[in-house]
């Protein structure tokens, strides 16, 4: 009996063992790691395959909590807010909603950022590293729900009157490159 | 107080392992004096007690004692336990007397070191950012306000009052050889003064653990002459020199159109952003990356290329530049004296 008490505190001990791995955060990510620039699908309208390439491995951004939370830091510091405010738009369409002018994906939103849009949207290519914008488009998806709730940041710095994006429900995408738009 | 902090010399060699300037035995200012003496003070009390304590247990240890075989009679020693109890009181009433005395010291000591004013004093607004120093000389009028980073420049022999403030978490202004710890809270200003009464270069460092550079917070306090001081100040005031040459007006180029531009300023460029340090002048000061690395070529084009691996988790991202603009970006920076 003793001895099979004994045997089930070590299974348990060692299982445990398996909790000490931690997210890993990419302090230093490889400087010449993404030429991705070219081949993002800006629009549905394209000769040939309709396919939007692939982002970075999605493990690296998309489900990354640090990742995102730099994306939150980064979307205050470089002054998205300005315009787009904390996602309610303003100046800049609203981030928060269901509607994508230019493709929900991840490689559109990162397009967006680094081409500039017409009417208003800066082109960042050379200002931004090309990593700090996959983590702002990673923030940006999980405005409207995109993104895992485990890790999409739950609080913010400052008061808020929208709850923190990870509270924000799941809003199927509908825009131009997205899912067509239901009308009802 | 320096008379008698002289003596143990041998006490202070092991104490203060610090060398140079970086110690709170090598006070440069009224305020680290104050400190010095309540520390020789505490430290003669419990050198005291210390020695009291050894020769307690050598004169214990020499005494002869009888082997465990031997049964003693139980015997009433009713003197010695009159004596054993008024060794135990006395030294019970002493112990909390010294405490006692340490504390009204110590107190005294903290009013000696915050109590003092002054009509006129140099006013510094200190920030503490992850993981630097931003260093503001307010003035009334918006241009003449001076910013600078992690280089704080005083004259000597003036009161300086130091602003505190934090951008993000709790860090702590610890400059051992002026003044005492004080905390920088986040959205909470409040201020101390120091003095400094000998010209020179004092280290300090960040004293509160802020994250995962703590350890590279550094700042240092340059104490100069009145002189001195308001001809740096003079200097830091200009916006940056114009490039003249074909390879700085590259440099500058080279800064405008990457991603410097996006946290820091040079003023008199179109570059304002003040997430990072100011670089305005960055060429007068002595190290980089709040203390981490010196002023010089090679350090500061290692620092913008790969700042990650010299101080990993820091704000500032890598900046894969081309070695003919890096280059450029360098001798640019070196002319903003």
């Known amino acids: 009996m003793r001895n099979r008490v004994s045997i089930a505190m070590t299974i348990l001990l060692l299982l445990s063992i398996t909790s000490c791995k931690r997210e890993e955060r990419q302090l230093r990510p490889d400087p010449n790691a993404s030429q991705t620039l070219n081949t993002v699908q800006v629009s549905g309208l394209n000769p040939g395959a309709n396919s939007i390439s692939s982002p970075p491995p999605a493990g690296q951004y998309e489900e990354s909590a640090y990742a995102v939370s730099q994306g939150k830091t980064l979307y205050n510091q470089y002054n998205c807010v300005g315009c787009h405010a904390n996602g309610g738009g303003g100046i800049g369409p609203p981030l928060m909603d269901n509607n994508w002018i230019y493709g929900s994906e991840p490689g559109n939103v990162f397009a967006t950022i680094m081409q500039g849009r017409p009417n208003g949207m800066p082109s960042f290519r050379n200002r931004i590293p090309e990593y700090q914008a996959w983590e702002i488009a990673a923030y940006v998806r999980s405005m409207s729900g995109l993104l895992p709730k485990d890790v999409a940041p739950s609080r913010s710095d400052q008061l808020y009157v929208k709850p923190a994006e990870q509270s924000m429900p799941y809003q199927a995408p509908a825009g131009v490159t997205g899912e067509p738009e239901e009308k009802k | ?337």
């Open chain 2, 1 to 337: 107080m320096i008379g008698f902090s002289r003596v143990p010399l041998l006490a202070a060699g092991v104490f203060a392992s610090y060398p140079g300037d970086h110690s709170i035995l090598h006070p440069a200012g009224p305020q680290a004096s104050n400190i010095e003496w309540l520390y020789w003070v505490i430290f003669w009390i419990v050198f005291v007690v210390y020695v009291v304590v050894v020769l307690g247990f050598m004169r214990a240890g020499a005494r002869t004692y009888t082997s465990a075989d031997e049964m003693l009679p139980i015997m009433k020693d009713e003197a010695g336990d009159r004596r054993a109890s008024w060794a135990v009181g006395s030294a019970i009433t002493i112990t909390v007397l010294t405490l006692f005395a340490v504390l009204v010291m110590s107190e005294i000591t903290g009013k000696k070191v915050e109590g003092e004013t002054s009509k006129n004093p140099v006013t510094i607004q200190v920030i503490g950012h992850q993981w630097w120093w931003e260093v503001i000389y307010p003035d009334p009028q918006a241009d003449q306000t001076v910013t600078t980073a992690n280089e704080i420049h005083v004259p000597v022999g003036k009161r300086v009052v130091i602003l505190t403030n934090s951008a993000d978490v709790i860090h702590s202004f610890w400059a051992p050889s002026i003044n005492g710890k004080r905390d920088l809270l986040p959205g909470y200003s409040s201020a101390f003064w120091l003095q400094i009464d000998q010209p020179g270069v004092y280290h300090g460092q960040c004293a509160e653990f802020c994250g995962l550079q703590h350890a590279h917070m550094g700042f240092s306090i340059v104490a100069e002459r009145e002189d001195a001081f308001s001809q740096w100040k003079a200097q830091q005031l200009k916006p940056a020199q114009d490039p003249t040459e074909l390879v700085t007006v590259h440099g500058r180029d080279v800064f405008l159109s990457h991603a410097c531009v996006m946290c820091h300023t040079i003023r008199g460029t179109d570059a304002g952003s003040r997430l990072g340090p100011d670089l305005t002048h960055i060429a007068s000061r002595q190290m980089i990356a709040a203390e981490t690395l010196p002023n010089t070529p090679g350090a500061l084009a290692g620092w913008i290329v790969d700042p990650q691996r010299i101080k990993p988790g820091n704000r500032m991202s890598p900046n894969p530049l081309q070695p003919d603009d890096l280059q450029a970006l360098i001798t640019y920076l070196q002319t903003l004296k």
